[in-house]
Nanobody, 124 residues
Framework: VQLQASGGGLVQAGGSLRLSCAAS????????MAWFRQAPGKEREFVAV????????YYADSVKGRFTISRDDAKNTVYLQMNSLKPEDTAVYYC??????????????????WGQGTLVTVSS
């Protein structure tokens, strides 16, 4: 599967953005989908993951209550709605996919497929 992330940009603190990740192929619904982010000089970190059915989601503590991951299998797209953005949310955001769920879902090694990233900049 090939992934294409979009929707990044510059936003003021307290604002909102919605990221999209479009996937190629006809088996999108069979993949667990996740978002990670990487700030300058830091390691890539987990943000959120959604199950194949969309019924289960998990979030990093740093974004819980502010970010929402969702998927639209008819459009082969996963979304990340980001509200109440903070300057510390500034990073390149990557979507990732894997057909198998891992209890280590917050590790980059749990995902086989990655998109190219989209930059989110939150100004104070």
């Amino acid at each position: 599967v090939q992934l294409q992330a979009s929707g990044g940009g510059l936003v003021q603190a307290g604002g909102s953005l919605r990221l999209s990740c479009a996937a190629s192929g006809r088996t999108f619904s069979s993949y667990f989908m996740a978002w990670f982010r990487q700030a300058p000089g830091k390691e890539r970190e987990f943000v959120a993951v959604i199950s194949r059915s969309g019924a289960n989601t998990y979030y990093a503590d740093s974004v819980k209550g502010r970010f929402t991951i969702s998927r639209d299998d008819a459009k082969n797209t996963v979304y990340l709605q980001m509200n109440s953005l903070k300057p510390e949310d500034t990073a390149v955001y990557y979507c990732a996919a894997d057909p198998y769920f891992s209890t280590s879902y917050d590790y980059t090694s749990a995902y086989k497929y990655w998109g190219q990233g989209t930059l989110v900049t939150v100004s104070s």
